[in-house]
């Protein structure tokens, strides 16, 4: 039973910053390529960043890149996305997710992703 457990989430204020980890479980970890989405009150859920399985490739939404920073750890079968200058416009629920695709290109579409987290709320005070 593959697990994705998203944890730091929390209620920051305007320029602050955030470590969100995820915890995979029941899943060829090294073999996933894993992304970040999230979803604001009201709007669809989008993608924010992806890591390829080694970690080299990594992916980033416009509005986030030189703010957040995706990295992962195989051998804890774990990925952290580090946010930085956070804006109330990031406020949302975020989500990490797995994709079993053989070659992982960041994909923005979500359902490309074959297993999601249960999300954690990010709250950024203006």
């Known amino acids: 039973q593959v697990q994705l457990v998203e944890s730091g989430g929390g209620l920051v204020q305007a320029g602050g910053s955030l470590r969100l980890s995820c915890a995979a479980s029941?899943?060829?970890?090294?073999?996933?390529?894993m992304g970040w989405f999230r979803q604001a009150p009201g709007k669809e859920r989008e993608f924010v960043a992806g890591?390829?399985?080694?970690?080299?490739?990594?992916y980033y939404v416009d509005s986030v890149k030189g703010r957040f920073t995706l990295s992962r750890d195989n051998a804890k079968n774990s990925v952290f996305l580090q946010m930085n200058s956070l804006k109330p416009e990031d406020t949302a629920v975020y989500y990490c997710?797995?994709?079993?695709?053989?070659?992982?290109?960041?994909?923005?579409?979500?359902?490309?992703?074959?297993?999601w987290g249960q999300g954690t709320q990010v709250t950024v005070s203006s």
């Open positions: 890591i390829s399985q080694s970690g080299i490739r990594t």
């Open positions: 997710a797995a994709t079993k695709a053989r070659y992982y290109s960041g994909s923005h579409l979500k359902s490309e992703y074959d297993y």
């Open positions: 029941g899943l060829t970890f090294s073999g996933s390529g």
